[in-house]
Structures are given as C-alpha cells and as structure tokens.
C-alpha cells in the first residue's frame, strides 16, 4: 500500500465541483477525486479542526469506532471503476467495509489514522507534479482548467 498525505479541496474552475487533492507521501504523485459538496465540508472542517458544537456524522462514527474498540481501523483507495473511486475500511482481519474515498478521509482525519491506497490506483490515475510548490499549484490550476470528470473513466 502506498500512504497518501491529504493536501486539502479545491474546486474544479469549470464545474465548480469540489475536489479531493491527496499526494503520495514522500513521493510527487497526487490523486484528484471529484466528491460532493458535504463530503468537502466534513474534510475542510477537519482540516481547519473546526469542532461542531454537536458531533456531525463522521465526528459520531468515529467515536463509535473507539468506543467498540477499534480505534485505528486501515483506510485504503482500493479502485476506480467506471470512473467510480472505491474505498474499503479494515476494522479486523474478517472485518472490511466499503466506503467511498471522500467519507474514509473525512474519518481518517478526526481518528488520526492514514489513508493509503492501492499501487495500482496511483500508478493509473496519479498525477505527477515535480516543480516547486508554487509551479505545481500552477500545473494542477492548469490540469483542473482542462479536464472534466468524463476524464476519468474508461
């Protein structure tokens, strides 16, 4: 599995949909993830540790999860299908569930737990951006300037 670090949400300069920007730890690649607005909301308030005053759903879910003794569950990117990201979260050897990539970073974040994907995954769909932070946002500015979620599928 390679570890991805989450670089945060943008927006997609033509559909004005968010984005999950997440990159290979250590490494140059990012993975873009188009995701629904509530799902960017639940990222960015992790992100920015905002706490609600009343836990949210996936501030719920990840107390239930410490609660039931699972307080370090394994969040992987296993595919992407059709244009489809898919997700699987391991609470046990018998125990996986599957989850879309944007809820498993949404959790991730508040329990303090990695994300990771599959090699495969970042090999097919990863974006390799290699100049100087400004330069890359630039490059990713340009991509997203270009590309269309009809551009990830098959």
Not at 1 to 22: A, H, K, Y
Not at 67 to 94: A, F, H, K, N
Not at 114 to 140: M, N, T, W
């Amino acid at each position: 599995m390679v570890e991805l670090e989450v670089v945060g949400i943008r927006l997609d300069q033509i559909s004005q949909s968010p984005i999950l920007l997440l990159k290979e730890a250590g490494g140059r690649r990012h993975l873009a993830i188009w995701i629904g607005a509530g799902e960017a909301a639940a990222i960015a308030q992790a992100l920015d540790d905002v706490e609600p005053p009343r836990p949210l759903t996936h501030d719920l879910m990840a107390t239930v999860l410490t609660e039931l003794g699972c307080p370090s569950p394994v969040m992987t990117i296993t595919r992407v299908e059709d244009g489809i990201w898919y997700g699987q979260m391991t609470l046990s050897e018998d125990q996986q569930i599957e989850a879309r990539p944007s809820d498993l970073v949404a959790l991730a974040l508040r329990m303090g737990v990695p994300v990771s994907c599959r090699p495969e995954v970042l090999e097919d769909f990863g974006i390799l951006l290699d100049e100087s932070p400004q330069d890359e946002v630039a490059r990713f500015k340009e991509f997203l300037d270009h590309v269309s979620p009809d551009d990830f599928e098959d």
